[in-house]
């Protein structure tokens, strides 16, 4: 069953954003990149802004505001971002160490970020297409749940750390619990949690404790949801409609734009990137 309000066949298209102009200068950027500047608008759309495709599927009278404005980057912004992701001699990403306890955790000076999220939300597997510009960089990705043990930190440069943490729900660690809160309310350089939502199961009971820990800790946190590649247009659709309206009614902490994404097929990861130079306060964007 299709979403309510979605359009029958191509129906009437949105718009374009004024982010999805070529980019207006030359501007050094990766390869990968370069070839996705290269695409047929629709398809640049699809891999690089998933939720304004999405939104192409409502009728105008049925449009929510899916908050499409809030983080506007423009193609060059994007571009520039890219740059921070991608492993040169001079901007090294690299594994740094993993710890059990906040004790154990490395002193590093520099931003962070963390990724958390349910065993099994494809964690390992986001953050290894975020460094898909920096190859040698190994994340461990397994099909077993509760892969992840420990939080293993990964320097990004000279500008950001960004952690993986433990997967809670099936086969969290023991310590779970005593290890994520405290690293949630004592890490002094935190700027951001990622919080990683199944977009095609959508928020689960486990995913309501994670939340409520970072309402209550006051965190300003990101949700990100995973896997749109393994589901129908329209029952994403209407995942991304709940969802977002649960951010808007029971959240205060959260970021109103919802961040889709696919590691299989690279889509939202472009803007992933560009979000996070962007709050590490290594990107000023136009948007």
Do not use: W
């Not at 939300?121 to 975020?130: D, F, N, Q, T, W």
């Amino acid at each position: 069953m299709a979403a309510p309000g979605l359009l029958p066949g191509m129906g009437c298209l949105l718009e374009m954003p004024a982010a999805l102009g070529r980019v207006s200068r030359p501007y050094s950027t990766s390869q990968a990149f370069a070839e996705v500047l290269r695409l047929p608008k629709r398809q640049l759309t699809k891999l690089v802004f998933p939720l304004q495709e999405l939104q192409r599927q409502l009728l105008p009278e049925s449009r929510p505001d899916l908050h499409l404005k809030t983080f506007g980057p423009s193609l060059e912004d994007i571009a520039r971002a890219e740059t921070f992701f991608t492993a040169t001699a001079r901007n090294r990403i690299e594994y740094l160490s993993s710890a059990e306890h906040l004790g154990h955790a490395p002193a590093l000076p520099r931003p962070e970020v963390c990724f958390i999220g349910r065993s099994n939300v494809g964690k390992s597997s986001l953050i290894k297409a975020l460094f898909s510009l920096a190859p040698e960089v190994e994340v461990r990705v397994s099909k077993k749940p509760g892969h992840t043990k420990k939080m293993n930190f990964f320097k990004v440069g000279k500008y950001f750390t960004l952690v993986d943490m433990p997967g809670y729900g099936y086969r969290a660690p023991e310590d779970f619990v005593g290890m994520v809160e405290t690293y949630l309310k004592e890490r002094r350089n935190l700027m951001r949690t990622f919080l990683l939502v199944d977009s095609v199961v959508g928020i689960q009971k486990a995913d309501n404790i994670a939340i409520e820990m970072c309402e209550e800790f006051a965190l300003p946190y990101v949700m990100v949801l995973t896997k749109i590649d393994k589901s129908s247009k329209g029952h994403l659709l209407k995942q991304v409609l709940q969802i977002q309206k649960f951010v808007d009614t029971k959240t205060q902490g959260c970021f109103p734009q919802l961040f889709p994404v696919s590691a299989v097929t690279y889509s939202g990861i472009h803007l992933l990137r560009c979000f996070i130079a962007n709050i590490t306060g290594n990107l000023k964007t136009n948007g």
